[in-house]
């Protein structure tokens, strides 16, 4: 049997993960991340969580080839470098060869939401594809892309951001700096400006009974008052759909790939969001008239989809 090692490095926790051939998750261990803290910190615990997950799993880490890590920001995995990353505060930092000198492995690197669609490519919803396109909707856009069966991130590794890619010209303020990026409108950070919006505008929305106040909407606030019937609830929610849909068929126009697999907490409405996104694949993407279209599906893995996608990570870069 064959294992492999991978970490998924958020910026709540740090999860480390023995994944078998059956791209099972057979022990795992976490800490937490603590930020803000020197690289040296993070990267310490790190290797104690490898460590940890390794020993759980009753093996050694002269067992693993390697260790695959999954990492916010802009990550150069030929070098090993975390180029930027704004939730870390890191700016080119080696991380790659600091992991393992503690680990005493090799480590390979990619970005996080990369890790997430490779995992789910390799394991979950794009099983059987060669290529495929990730999309996480939670407090922004994640996405990631892989083609012919590897990861794609752009020559200097900042491609493949979806989530900023313009939807709506001088629209909302993006994290980022831009107006009306995807991000902005799809994330639930943007499904809970709609509803906060949209409650202020309706005080008789069913709503308020969900939420309580302001402060307690979260993404499920408007799907839930509309399965009340509850009016303001379901234009809040077609709004959003309509939103996340036109960023849909903006991929698909784009790459046109086997698969979009949808993950995130949002995600959890299924087909909610899969049918109209469908309907409008069918209405308004140019390659409507060929034999074959984009599959939409649901993401599978959860948050498992980066420490499997991390521990896969051979696979899925090109190190030519």
Same mark, same amino acid.
């Given at each position: 049997? &064959?294992?492999?090692?991978?970490?998924?490095?958020?910026?709540?926790?740090? +999860?480390?993960?023995?994944?078998? $051939?059956?791209? $099972?998750?057979?022990?795992?261990? &976490?800490? &937490? =991340?603590?930020?803000?803290?020197?690289?040296?910190?993070?990267?310490?615990?790190?290797?104690?969580?490898?460590?940890?997950?390794?020993?759980?799993?009753?093996?050694?880490?002269?067992?693993?080839?390697?260790?695959?890590?999954?990492?916010?920001?802009?990550?150069?995995?030929?070098?090993?470098? +975390?180029?930027?990353?704004?939730?870390?505060?890191?700016?080119?930092?080696?991380?790659?060869?600091?992991?393992?000198?503690?680990?005493?492995?090799?480590?390979?690197?990619?970005?996080? #939401?990369?890790?997430?669609?490779?995992?789910?490519?390799?394991?979950?919803?794009?099983? %059987?594809? $060669?290529?495929?396109?990730?999309?996480?909707?939670?407090?922004?856009?994640?996405?990631?892309?892989?083609?012919?069966?590897?990861?794609?991130?752009?020559?200097?590794?900042?491609?493949?951001?979806?989530?900023?890619?313009?939807?709506?010209?001088?629209?909302?303020?993006?994290?980022?700096?831009?107006?009306?990026?995807?991000?902005?409108?799809?994330? #639930?950070?943007?499904?809970?400006?709609?509803?906060?919006?949209?409650?202020?505008?309706?005080?008789?929305?069913?709503?308020?009974?969900?939420?309580?106040?302001?402060?307690?909407?979260?993404?499920?606030?408007?799907?839930?008052?509309?399965?009340?019937?509850?009016?303001? %609830?379901?234009?809040?929610?077609?709004?959003?759909?309509?939103?996340?849909?036109?960023? +849909?068929?903006?991929?698909?126009?784009?790459?046109?790939?086997?698969?979009?697999?949808?993950?995130?907490?949002?995600?959890?409405?299924?087909?909610?969001?899969?049918?109209?996104?469908?309907?409008?694949?069918?209405?308004?993407?140019?390659?409507?008239?060929?034999?074959?279209? =984009?599959? +939409?599906?649901?993401?599978?893995?959860?948050?498992? #989809?980066?420490?499997?996608?991390? #521990?896969?990570?051979?696979?899925?870069?090109?190190?030519?």
């Amino acid at each position: 049997m &064959k294992y492999y090692l991978g970490i998924d490095l958020g910026g709540t926790n740090i +999860v480390a993960g023995v994944v078998n $051939e059956s791209f $099972e998750i057979i022990a795992r261990a &976490k800490r &937490k =991340t603590a930020l803000p803290r020197s690289c040296d910190e993070i990267t310490a615990d790190m290797a104690a969580a490898a460590k940890e997950a390794v020993q759980a799993a009753g093996l050694q880490m002269s067992d693993f080839a390697y260790l695959g890590l999954g990492c916010p920001g802009m990550i150069d995995y030929r070098r090993g470098e +975390v180029v930027y990353s704004n939730n870390l505060e890191f700016y080119h930092e080696p991380l790659g060869s600091k992991l393992a000198v503690l680990v005493g492995i090799p480590v390979l690197m990619a970005n996080d #939401a990369d890790s997430a669609a490779f995992g789910e490519f390799k394991a979950g919803a794009g099983r %059987g594809s $060669e290529n495929m396109v990730a999309i996480t909707l939670g407090t922004g856009v994640g996405s990631g892309i892989v083609i012919r069966s590897k990861l794609y991130s752009g020559f200097a590794f900042g491609g493949a951001e979806f989530g900023h890619s313009l939807l709506v010209k001088d629209g909302v303020q993006c994290t980022c700096g831009r107006r009306g990026c995807f991000e902005a409108y799809a994330s #639930a950070t943007g499904l809970i400006r709609m509803t906060r919006e949209e409650m202020q505008a309706c005080p008789e929305s069913a709503m308020w009974q969900l939420a309580g106040s302001l402060d307690g909407v979260d993404g499920r606030t408007a799907f839930d008052a509309m399965r009340r019937q509850d009016p303001a %609830g379901q234009r809040v929610v077609d709004r959003y759909v309509d939103y996340l849909a036109e960023g +849909v068929v903006n991929i698909v126009n784009i790459l046109q790939p086997e698969i979009i697999c949808i993950g995130g907490g949002v995600s959890k409405e299924g087909e909610l969001l899969l049918e109209p996104i469908r309907r409008r694949i069918a209405r308004d993407a140019f390659s409507r008239f060929a034999d074959r279209s =984009t599959e +939409v599906r649901i993401a599978q893995l959860g948050n498992d #989809a980066g420490v499997i996608g991390a #521990a896969l990570l051979q696979d899925a870069l090109d190190l030519r």
